[in-house]
């Protein structure tokens, strides 16, 4: 199965989770990721992207993630200065759609290990960190 096709069937999974659907508007951002990963990937592996034809992402290794993730990512935002390094926040949403999308081509029987998951804890971004706030009604409606 090529790259963009695991991709589009993990997002039909997605979009038919009972739970919490996955928009083809809100996947945008999903795709550019993927599709970051699959053209790193090609520029880095080229003799695994030539022999390959669009399942170059089968043959990648933790290490790769972990370069990716320490030096691949560029924001599709114009927002962010490609000056500036990546933020954990972005590395983290990365690695969580590598995660997910290698995680369904593990259980569709494409490949036997997930290369996200073998990253070492220190080599995975950190988890975002959110402090849940409760506000009373007066603060809030004061807001």
Same mark, same amino acid.
């Given at each position: 199965m090529q =790259? !963009?096709?695991? *991709?589009? $069937?993990? #997002? !039909?999974?997605? $979009?038919?989770?009972?739970? $919490?659907? &996955? $928009?083809?508007? @809100? @996947?945008?951002?999903?795709?550019?990721?993927?599709?970051s990963w699959c053209k790193w990937l090609d520029k880095v592996h080229p003799q695994i992207a030539a022999a390959n034809a669009g399942?170059?992402?089968?043959? @990648?290794?933790p290490q790769d993630v972990q370069l990716f993730l320490a030096n691949g990512p560029s924001p599709s935002s114009t927002r962010v200065s490609k000056t500036f390094p990546i933020s954990e926040v972005t590395r983290r949403r990365y690695w969580r759609v590598l995660d997910c999308v290698y995680q369904h081509a593990l259980n569709k029987e494409l490949m036997?290990?997930?290369?996200?998951?073998?990253l070492s804890e220190n080599d995975k971004p950190k =988890?975002?960190? =959110?402090?849940? #706030?409760? &506000?009373?009604?007066?603060? *809030?409606? @004061?807001m």
């Open positions: =790259s !963009t096709e695991l *991709f589009e $069937s993990w #997002l !039909t999974e997605r $979009s038919n989770d009972a739970r $919490s659907p &996955l $928009s083809l508007d @809100a @996947a945008k951002p999903y795709r550019y990721i993927w599709r399942t170059g992402y089968l043959q @990648a290794t036997q290990k997930n290369p996200v998951r073998e =988890s975002e960190k =959110s402090e849940g #706030l409760v &506000l009373t009604r007066l603060h *809030f409606e @004061a």
